[in-house]
């Protein structure tokens, strides 16, 4: 009776996932708003991509990603890849056979990061089978789903690059674990590997870990792991090769960034994956010594030449961001923030949650690497380790933390289950159903929000007044921002955080969005808004060009450095004070908050209409 249970379980449990995608999807849905107010709520990187896929579907090269719109005249070259733009671009073409190009921008832009979150629920599913069996996937899978479902990069709208990362990621990890399931997974996963270093090097340290995992494998026994360290390297080195040249801008070529794919990043990792590859062609039926040295050697080789020929890739590139803007603006940046600075500082406390969360799953894995003496399960507590402390480090690792515990936690519930099933042990059940509940990010939410309640009462209304009475989506609705984009063309100044949207909703050129190759822009506008004096302020304004200055009272940038001790001009905006050179633009909306002030056309050369 037994063997015929849990096959039969299985089949059930096997739909779970399914059902519960699409739930997530619809209730995900229901909740959205229609055009023109959804790209009103879209994040800064967000909407920042939708104005690179219309720059490029309206004829901008492949090969130019400057943006000429944002920052001092000239604009600068984006970091971001092409390999993004490109999808995102094709399916607007497609739906545009069939609707309004803005309809199909805002169907491609709901639907991207939900088929981005179908996939990180069947990759989960594939690894928790690849480490516990078959059984593993359907509630691993369907556990990431809710995990995932709060997450800002799997919710409509987000078409940055960070959730492909994850994806790539994931597929990178799976080609690993299961390197000897199937010959196309190891080559899949060095081409994953490949495609994500093409988007961006955010994860870059994870990947590095799933490919010294693949190394220690090979170190470990040598000729069984041939085949498949090859195939690996092969899919890397191919991919890299194939991309390079497909979407490096000419920038890449000659070097000296690593923030990007550029020459400092591809060469070495072409080199270190044909280090990988010789040596297993070469020396797997030798012994461990002796791969270990000519493995070793050949890799200090290529560290050397990256160390003398191209460093840039051996330091963060936030490092080189100018002091004045990590003073007023990095350190304010909520995701670039440790754990320290959280620990120090006013936090949301469900931020905690995930290093909580990262903790527990690394030990788990620790404890299964140690039971079953397992390979696979050493690379997940070492994957984990590192995706720790990357988060500790800056909170922006926390999404890829959270991915790479699904399994973990999948597996562990399985387990539970499996437990409860054999013995009926409610124990195990109730320990399965805890385990559901507490590695979802909603219930750190609720708790977090239950706690801040609590606490507003006993500290009082102190407290409450460090938080911003109002988010940047108070001021921007689509009446106000059509009110902008109806001014003749002109140039913006506005906080960093208003920069994607004015380019995305108007032909102006904006001086400060928070990208950190525009430091030009970015300090000429907090200069601007920090100026001592209106006197001060207009012959910057002037200086640059200025023709239109717009702010919110009470934008949370403005109001954070206020908070800190840096104030001037924006502040003296804020508070709603003029100086004779600005004269007020009605939008005609009350319900939002946007100041729209037009230099006088004695101070520029914009029409500016008087009120």
């Known amino acids: 009776m037994s063997q015929t249970r849990t096959p039969l379980c299985h089949d059930r449990l096997r739909w779970i996932p399914v059902a519960v995608f699409i739930y997530l999807c619809a209730i995900t849905i229901s909740k959205i708003t229609g055009l023109p107010e959804f790209l009103v709520g879209m994040t800064n990187d967000s909407a920042m991509r939708l104005v690179e896929v219309r720059d490029l579907l309206n004829g901008q090269p492949w090969f130019d990603l400057d943006q000429t719109r944002l920052g001092l005249e000239g604009g600068f070259e984006m970091h971001w890849s092409r390999l993004i ?167 890449a070529y000659a070097g000296g960034f690593c923030d990007a794919l550029s020459v400092d990043l591809a060469l070495p990792a072409a080199l270190g994956l044909g280090a990988m590859a010789a040596c297993a062609y070469a020396v797997s039926g030798r012994a461990l010594a002796v791969r270990a040295g000519i493995l070793a050697a050949l890799f200090a080789a ?176 689509p009446q106000s921002l059509s009110a902008l984009a109806a001014l003749p063309t002109g140039v913006v100044s506005a906080p960093s955080n208003f920069g994607a949207q004015i380019l995305l909703h108007s032909d102006h050129r904006t001086l400060s969005g928070p990208y950190h190759r525009n430091q030009s822009g970015m300090r000429r506008q907090l200069e601007i808004t920090m100026a001592a004096t209106p006197e001060a302020a207009k012959a910057l304004l002037v200086d640059t060009g200025i023709d239109y200055v717009v702010l919110c009272p009470d934008d949370p940038e403005l109001a954070t450095l206020h908070r800190h001790g840096f104030t001037g001009f924006g502040h003296l905006l804020e508070t709603g004070e003029r100086p004779d050179f600005l004269t007020r633009v009605p939008h005609g909306d009350a319900n939002s908050g946007l100041m729209i002030l037009a230099m006088r056309q004695a101070d520029s050369g914009a029409r500016a209409p008087d009120e």
């Open 85 to 251: 733009d490109a999808p995102i671009a094709g399916l607007i073409l497609l739906l545009d056979l069939f609707t309004s190009r803005a309809r199909a921008e805002y169907l491609v832009i709901v639907a991207w990061p939900l088929i981005m979150l179908g996939l990180v629920m069947w990759l989960v599913g594939r690894i928790a089978a690849t480490l516990h069996g078959p059984r593993a996937a359907p509630l691993a899978a369907a556990l990431s789903g809710f995990m995932m479902l709060q997450e800002a990069r799997f919710l409509p709208g987000a078409i940055d690059h960070h959730n492909v990362q994850i994806v790539l990621l994931l597929v990178t990890m799976l080609g690993v674990l299961g390197r000897h399931d199937s010959r196309a997974l190891p080559a899949g996963a060095g081409a994953a590997l490949a495609a994500s270093l093409a988007i961006g090097v955010e994860t870059l340290p994870l990947l590095a870990v799933c490919t010294f995992g693949m190394v220690g494998f090979w170190l470990a026994r040598g000729t069984p792991e041939r085949a498949a360290t090859l195939r690996f390297a092969g899919g890397g080195i191919g991919g890299l090769a194939g991309l390079f040249p497909a979407t490096a801008p000419a920038s």
């Open 302 to 477: 290529v560290g050397a030449f990256a160390l003398a020929v191209m460093p840039s890739c051996l330091h963060n590139p936030l490092e080189s961001l100018d002091p004045y803007l990590v003073d007023r603006w990095l350190t304010f940046v909520t995701e670039a923030r440790s754990l320290g600075d959280l620990i120090a500082g006013p936090a949301m406390p469900y931020l905690f949650g995930y290093y909580a969360l990262g903790l527990a799953a690394m030990t788990i894995a620790a404890g299964f690497a140690w039971a079953r003496k397992s390979g696979d399960w050493l690379l997940m507590t070492v994957l984990l380790a590192g995706a720790l402390t990357i988060t500790i480090y800056q909170l922006r690792g926390a999404p890829a933390l959270l991915a790479i515990s699904a399994p973990v936690l999948g597996v562990l519930v399985t387990r539970l289950h499996e437990d409860w099933r054999a013995r009926r042990r409610p124990a195990a059940g109730i320990g399965a159903i805890a385990c559901c509940v507490l590695a979802m990010p909603m219930t750190w939410g609720e708790f977090s929000n239950g706690a801040s309640a609590v606490l507003s009462r006993v500290a009082g209304p102190a407290e409450a007044a460090l938080a911003p009475r109002k988010d940047r989506r108070a001021c921007f609705t």
